[in-house]
């Protein structure tokens, strides 16, 4: 029988760990305090019929006018369970006004039956059961493929291991567990911690319904509102209503260009084609950039010194705030740009990158949330009968595991059409991409937040998708900004050039590889 559920797999679990016990009446308090010789405290909000009166006014003039900061302070942990890593990518991880720390592929098997499963009628849902069963089972054989080419590498990095191989089991199934996981379908459950604002808890229901995910988000977002209810039945009040899937605003621009809200076609073709044209075969390309980014970080570090040019030129400035022998607080192990005076005059140098990752990669490459990006709607991007996989350098090697890869996603491509042909929702075909399917995109930031995110990706333990756009992008940023790129260097190299012992701050993960004697046109890794 179906479910009264739209999904038919277990149903999501969303707990209220952590938050705010009065987030109506604080919102307020700190509104009222605006204009108030005193602090105002919620208690004064909510002491009498007047004073509630007066409450329930401003909490609704606010809302309406749009001063929804206020809002902002009240702050909710959630613990969720049975969500999808496609929700996770498409909506919680999609902006930057969150934490998380979310259960890792990399270093956790999935189990069999981690996956999402629409509730669909029998024959549907009997094929996608049987795509999700496939993938599961390439997995494990993919990861037992790979083990003796990754053995192989391992030891060669480290050869004074072999005496104890034993020790080493679990890192080398851990290696090819990160690997395997490129066939595994998005629509994976993970679990994890999830801490937003009252702010954006609001916008998350409003835009509850919007692709990729509406069904979904729907109910794991109804779930966490319901939650603050428990605690708050006042702090959705003045709530408004979810846009219909419809009225959303990409929904609207590809309704109106032809599209409506089917899979991708030749249009995605010509776009994908024209997009990967454009990388001229990189992983990631520079497109754009601050043409004078090195003289105005220079300039602002004068400023904030009031120093003359004659006090201090641009290359003494520049090495003042990039080098590590210079800037004590690159060697922090807290991260200190954005409340250093001097860091912050990296903000004066921006880049952009076109850019096309893994599903699986760039939901790492999102996590930096200070280098944002405009991540595509899936089903536009999507081509049928043209499987379109990114292809880890381990598993290139190893032609058969290769081939139970291929093999696969292909079978995943047929099954998803012939579930939309079936009549079945895109959003709900879709948990069946595997997690080798290319995101398309461009990324944006200033260079505060990409030195931070650099130096770590830089590191030969980041995963290998991002850290081959990593050094791509060094090494294109030091085309154009030599003397800015001189100094984006892993955490090995920094800490070195610093004189911090040991110089590699990974302790037992280190990669094995002396990166701080390398220049970055020798980086290679295959593990």
């Known amino acids: 029988m179906q479910s009264s559920r739209p999904f038919s797999s277990a149903a999501p679990i969303v707990r209220l760990t952590n938050g705010f016990l009065e987030p109506f009446d604080n919102a307020v308090a700190t509104a009222r305090t605006c204009y108030s010789p005193r602090i105002v405290t919620p208690e004064d909000v909510r002491k009498d019929d007047r004073a509630r009166a007066v409450r329930d006014r401003i909490a609704r003039e606010t809302y309406q006018a749009g001063h929804h900061t206020t809002l902002q302070h009240a702050t909710f942990q959630f613990s969720l369970e049975n969500v999808s890593r496609q929700l996770i990518w498409s909506v919680l991880h999609a902006h930057p006004f969150y934490n998380s720390e979310q259960v890792s592929q990399r270093y956790v098997e999935v189990k069999p039956d981690r996956v999402i499963v629409p509730a669909l009628p029998e024959r549907q849902e009997a094929l996608y059961r049987g795509v999700v069963e496939s ?25 004074g291991r072999r005496r104890s191989p034993e020790k080493w089991v679990g890192t080398l199934r851990k290696r090819c567990q990160e690997v395997a996981r490129y066939v595994l ?28 995910v509406p069904t979904e988000a729907r109910e794991v977002i109804s ?18 209503d979810p846009l219909p899937l419809e009225q959303t605003h990409e929904a609207r621009v590809l309704a109106e260009a032809g599209r409506s809200l089917a899979l991708g076609g030749q249009e995605a073709r010509e776009h994908r084609a024209e997009f990967d044209a454009g990388l001229q075969g990189r992983t990631s390309r520079l497109v754009d950039w601050s043409a004078r980014g090195e003289a105005a970080i220079a300039q602002a570090v004068r400023n904030v ?8 030129d641009d290359g003494a400035a520049l090495e003042r705030v990039l080098s590590p022998r210079q800037n004590p607080y690159l060697s922090e192990a ?8 001097l860091m912050r005059a990296l903000v004066h140098a921006s ?14 490459d999102q996590r930096h949330r200070m280098t944002p990006a405009s991540r595509p709607v899936l089903q536009a991007s999507f081509v049928p009968g043209e499987p379109d996989l990114i292809v880890p350098a381990l598993l290139a090697e190893v032609p058969e595991a290769l081939e139970v890869f291929t093999r696969t996603s292909a079978e995943a491509w047929v099954a998803i059409e012939r579930l939309v042909d079936a009549r079945v929702a895109p959003e709900l075909a879709l948990y069946l991409l595997p997690n080798a399917f290319p995101i398309r995109f461009l990324e944006s930031g200033e260079l505060l937040h990409f030195h931070h995110k650099w130096v770590h990706r830089l590191c030969y333990t980041a995963q290998e998708e991002i850290w081959r756009a990593s050094v791509e992008e060094v090494g294109q940023v030091r085309a154009v900004h030599p003397r800015i790129a001189e100094h984006l260097v892993p955490p090995c190299t920094l800490r070195k050039q610093a004189g911090v012992t040991p110089f590699c701050p990974e302790g037992p ?10 220049e970055l046109r020798d980086y290679e890794r295959l593990l």
């Open 135 to 159: 993938q599961m089972a390439a997995y494990a054989r993919i990861g037992a493929l790979l083990l003796p080419r990754a053995e192989a590498e391992f030891y060669r990095l480290f050869p």
């Open 185 to 212: 379908p998005i629509g994976t459950f993970a679990h994890l911690y999830h801490t937003v604002s009252g702010l954006t808890l609001h916008r998350y229901h409003r835009l509850s319904r919007a692709l990729d």
């Open 223 to 240: 779930a966490m509102v319901r939650e603050v209810e428990t605690i708050d039945p006042l702090f959705f009040r003045n709530v408004e």
């Open 305 to 312: 010194l009031g120093l003359p040019r004659q006090a201090m």
């Open 334 to 341: 807290l991260q200190l740009g954005t409340q250093g005076k």
């Open 351 to 364: 880049y952009t990158f076109q850019k096309k990752l893994s599903h699986a990669a760039d939901s790492q």
């Open 509 to 518: 993960r280190y990669c094995g590889v002396p990166v701080w004697n390398k």
